[in-house]
């Protein structure tokens, strides 16, 4: 588990989002597990691209919602995804996993 | 800050921050279409009237160097005066921001974008041409 570091409790992180978002968090929760679920077929096809292609909405996106960790694991991705280190896909895609299962969200 | 008659065109493929913008000017008042590649921005921005194009810059069918080449051109054969085109990149260096420029746009801000730097890009740009 992630120790937590922002004041949460131990194995959870708190991700404070704007309020006026809030409607739109479930959803782009979920297309974050979709994300991976389409990354890892990916690798599994050694489609490259397809990964390339969801890292860079993911760094585009994460921060815009409040998540800047995914932002951060989007950048870690793309690059991965053009160096062709299937290692550290599956290492990014394992941290997104479980960022995603631990996640709890403060609404202010 | 965004008033009702400010028209902002979205040209953006990722239909997440398709929301997060519209969540961001929501509450201004501010209308704002969206176009989901170049391709469509294009012909948005041709038939409609706009204060300012907020452009993404990789999206699938055409991307947005050359969704601003073509709305460029356009105003040009048109004699319209041109409308800010501010881009949407994830990737800012050198080279894309260069290009960008060089292909028309008038200023280019880094994703993933907060409120404020939204909001800020409207204000400045939109009110200004009105």
């Known amino acids: 588990m992630i120790p937590s570091d922002n ?13 006026n978002l809030e ?20 690798l599994a096809q050694n489609d490259f691209e397809t990964i390339k ?10 921060g815009g919602f409040g998540f800047d960790e995914i ?8 690059q991965a995804a053009k160096a062709k280190d299937r290692a550290e896909i599956q290492k990014s895609l394992g941290r997104l996993t479980q960022y995603l299962t631990i996640v709890e969200i403060v609404y202010d | 800050m965004c008033s009702a008659a400010v028209r902002v065109l979205l040209v953006e493929d990722n239909v997440d921050n398709q929301f997060l913008f519209n969540a961001f000017v929501k509450k201004l008042d501010c209308k ?14 041709k038939s409609g009237s706009y204060d300012l194009v907020i452009m993404d810059l990789q999206m699938p069918v055409m991307d947005g160097y050359t969704a601003t080449q073509i709305i ?4 040009k054969e048109n004699c319209r005066q041109q409308t800010p085109i501010v881009a949407l990149t994830a990737n800012a260096v050198q080279e894309m921001v260069e290009k960008c420029l060089a292909r028309g746009c008038t200023a280019y801000i880094t994703k993933p974008v907060s409120r404020d730097t939204f909001i800020g890009i409207i204000t400045q ?6």
């Open chain 1, 7 to 19: 004041g949460g409790p131990a194995g959870v992180i708190l991700v404070h989002v704007d309020a």
């Open chain 1, 23 to 42: 409607n739109l968090i479930p959803r782009f929760l979920d297309n974050r597990r979709d994300d991976v679920a389409a990354m890892e077929q990916a």
């Open chain 1, 53 to 62: 292609s969801l890292a860079h909405g993911l760094k585009g996106c994460g």
């Open chain 1, 71 to 78: 932002s951060r694991i989007g950048v870690t991705l793309e």
């Open chain 2, 32 to 45: 704002m279409d969206v176009a989901e590649n170049g391709a469509v921005g294009v012909e948005k921005f």
């Open chain 2, 72 to 75: 460029r051109q356009w105003e």
């Open chain 2, 125 to 130: 740009y939109a009110e200004r041409e009105r």
